[in-house]
T-cell receptor, first 112, second 116 residues
């Protein structure tokens, strides 16, 4: 079945460092891909998305490109801030049910 | 942005009792809501899809008689954990679709259930 695999965390970076969180997927059909962020004590929020191959989603300095050839959707940010500390989830959606399949989540901790 | 609330945010109950968790879309109508379960350091596992006015669709392996879902209005879905046991202790998260299945899901902040 469909699945999402993320790099294991936690990821600890210093402020202004470059961030990459790897995400690969397995899916039948043509999924839409998402990154969600969960700040402490809050619900998941959509960070960015891409709906077809070679699309780039971007938001708040974060970017991810839908790579069909490598079935990947890696999250990147050029310069992280302390406020980016959160749990990041990669997810995919196929079909017309609206169902999301999540990766296991990656905790990011940014130190000043 | 769209807001989804959950109540309670945390609950402790005794083994054998039942507990109800509410999920509300505060500023939009949601014909479809989803219920997830999240174990520590693990991903969100979809439990069921809740459609307003019809029976919920449960994922494989989820006991529908144990996890009762009711979606009685376009802004409210409830999850009742019946005859709770310690292994039901978990973080339960709901989400609501604003629009069709290709639209964005909005997530509630979650409910921490502890069964003693």
């Amino acid at each position: 079945g469909d699945s999402v695999t993320q790099m294991e965390g936690p990821v600890t970076l210093s402020e202004e460092a470059f961030l990459t969180i790897n995400c690969t997927y397995t899916a039948t059909g043509y999924p839409s891909l998402f990154w969600y962020v969960q700040y402490p004590g809050e619900g998941l929020q959509l960070l960015l998305k891409a709906t077809k191959a070679d699309d780039k989603g971007s938001n708040k300095g974060f970017e991810a490109t839908y790579r069909k050839e490598t079935t990947s959707f890696h999250l990147e940010k050029g310069s992280v801030q302390v406020s980016d500390s959160a749990v990041y989830f990669c997810a995919l959606r196929t079909g017309n049910t609206g169902k999301l399949i999540f990766g296991q989540g990656t905790t990011l901790q940014v130190k000043p | 942005g769209a807001v989804v609330s959950q109540h309670p945010s945390r609950v402790i109950c005794k083994s054998g009792t039942s507990v109800k968790i509410e999920c509300r879309s505060l500023d939009f109508q949601a014909t479809t809501m989803f219920w997830y379960r999240q174990f520590p350091k693990q991903s969100l596992m979809l439990m069921a899809t809740s459609n307003e006015g019809s029976k919920a669709t449960y994922e494989q392996g989820v006991e529908k008689d144990k996890f009762l879902i009711n979606h009685a209005s376009l802004t409210l879905s409830t999850l009742t954990v019946t005859s709770a046991h310690p292994e039901d202790s978990s973080f339960y998260i709901c989400s609501a679709l604003r629009g069709g299945p290709r639209d964005e899901q909005y997530f509630g902040p979650g409910t921490r259930l502890t069964v003693t």
